[in-house]
């Protein structure tokens, strides 16, 4: 089976602009997280979907959205780009059933603000 | 904010000794996984021990859980060059099915 993808691997944006990023999950995973990795504040946790439906969120400002297709394949959105937003984001997939929640990461994405 | 905390931060030890890393966490958890990090790239799970369990092994790995002491041990034995990476461990909360949080890492340097 293929592995995690996220697009595109490396982006750099200017303050005030916004991105999208993209996952696909492994085939038959059915939930997406995204996590945010800073080396001021480590691994954070943005959001999971499961079924098309945000299930859990972390705290972090409404800036950051996203959201989940029916074939599973998943988007974060920032919007009004800050210094701070730098940082290397990771997304996971996972059966999203049972006891076990074995998560499977992708590359990530490096965003740079500049 | 995160849950755990690991010590020591960074280990740098010679190539086929045994390296021990250390994971403490707040509340009552689920499950507590440990993954690795090659510089920047994405995390590989390595294992996942319940909360139920206290010793799990995968080929040179040895995970502990004390829950009673909310902590957490790996231990790679015989480490390679090739074990250089971050180590994180990662609980999920009891109630919170697939939510990880992270510690703040371990850098383990093997050196040949």
């Known amino acids: 089976k293929a592995g995690v993808t996220q697009t595109p691997r490396y982006l750099i944006k200017t303050r005030g602009q916004q991105v999208t990023l993209s996952c696909s999950p492994i085939?038959?995973?059915?939930?997406v997280s995204w996590y945010q990795q800073t080396p001021g504040q480590g691994l954070q946790f943005l959001f999971e979907?499961?079924?098309?439906?945000?299930?859990n969120k972390g705290n972090f400002p409404g800036r950051f959205s996203g959201r989940q297709f029916s074939n599973s394949r998943s988007e974060m959105n920032v919007s009004t780009l800050e210094l701070g937003d730098s940082a290397l984001y990771l997304c996971?997939?996972?059966?999203?059933?049972?006891?076990?929640?074995?998560?499977?990461f992708g590359p990530g994405t490096r965003l740079t603000v500049l | 904010s995160q849950q755990g905390e690991e010590d020591p931060q960074a280990l740098s030890i010679q190539e086929g000794e045994n390296a021990t890393m250390n994971c403490s966490y707040k509340?009552?958890?689920?499950?507590l996984q440990w993954y690795r990090q090659n510089s920047g790239r994405g995390l590989v799970h390595l294992i996942l021990?319940?909360?139920?369990?206290r010793e799990k092994h995968s080929g040179r790995l040895r995970v502990t859980l004390d829950t009673s002491k909310k902590s957490s041990s790996l231990l790679i034995t015989a480490s390679r060059a090739a074990d250089t990476a971050s180590y994180f461990c990662a609980t999920v909360l009891s109630g919170s099915a697939r939510q990880l949080t992270f510690g703040s890492g371990t850098q383990l340097t093997v050196l040949p």
């Open positions: 021990i319940r909360s139920n369990e």
């Open positions: 509340t009552s958890i689920n499950n």
């Open positions: 996971a997939s996972s059966l999203g059933r049972g006891a076990r929640n074995e998560q499977f």
């Open positions: 979907y499961f079924s098309e439906t945000q299930r």
């Open positions: 085939s038959g995973h059915r939930s």
